[in-house]
T-cell receptor, first 116, second 117 residues
């Protein structure tokens, strides 16, 4: 398997613009997670899905952020409108499920977002 | 709530000398613990994972970690550092109690490892 795939790898945009980040999880994984990494706050869980259904979005910073998972092989994280403080690295991760064997999360390479 | 504390934000070693990255955890349950590594401008790669099978866990690239319940520690070690080990290392605890199932990872603040010639 190719692992978790994220696109784009880098995104530079201007304040107020819409940004869409994309993720393809590992085939067969039931859980998908979106994280944000910043110098100030480290790695934070934003939202996660189980079988395409959002389970916990308590980490989403505000209404400008939204995430969808229309099918088992694709998820998006959208920021509209974007602000400079959204600049960060956004990671997507997937896991097979619960339990000792299957709980390991595998991370994508991340999308580096810069909002000017 | 579960948490991890990485005791050193930066560690510097000479190539060929041992590496010790310290991590303490807090958990109400029998935890799953991980170490992830992040090389500059790269994603997070799993180094090793502790569940409950063995307290000494061997990972990739010669790293290992020992789970010590009495000390609530999960320190990462390597006998001999290599230049390619220079990266940021994250200690992570897994919380199995989540709405709808699944597990939530709580990350430490990271330790930046520098390897000098």
């Amino acid at each position: 398997d190719a692992g978790v795939i994220q696109s784009p790898r880098h995104e530079v945009t201007e304040m107020g613009q819409e940004v869409t980040l994309r993720c393809k999880p590992i085939s067969g994984h039931d859980y998908l997670f979106w994280y944000r990494q910043t110098m100030m706050r480290g790695l934070e869980l934003l939202i996660y899905f189980n079988n395409n259904v959002p389970i916990d979005d308590s980490g989403m910073p505000e209404d400008r952020f939204s995430a969808k998972m229309p099918n088992a092989s694709f998820s998006t994280l959208k920021i509209q409108p974007s602000e400079p403080r959204d600049s960060a690295v956004y990671f997507c991760a997937s896991s097979l499920g619960v339990g000792e064997i299957s709980e390991t999360q595998y991370f994508g390479p991340g999308t580096r977002l810069l909002v000017l | 709530a579960q948490s991890v504390t990485q005791l050193d934000s930066h560690v510097s070693v000479s190539e060929g000398t041992p590496v010790l990255l310290r991590c303490n955890y807090s958990s109400s349950y029998s935890p799953s613990l991980f170490w992830y590594v992040q090389h500059p401008n790269k994603g997070l790669q799993l180094l090793l994972k502790y569940t409950s099978a063995a307290t000494l866990v061997k990972g990739i690239n010669g790293f290992e970690a020992e789970f010590k319940k009495s000390e609530t520690s999960f320190h990462l070690t390597k006998p001999s550092a290599h230049m390619s080990d220079a990266a940021e290392y994250f200690c992570v605890v897994s919380d199995p109690i989540l709405t709808g199932g699944g597990n939530k990872l709580t990350f430490g603040t990271g330790t930046q490892l520098k390897v000098e010639l």
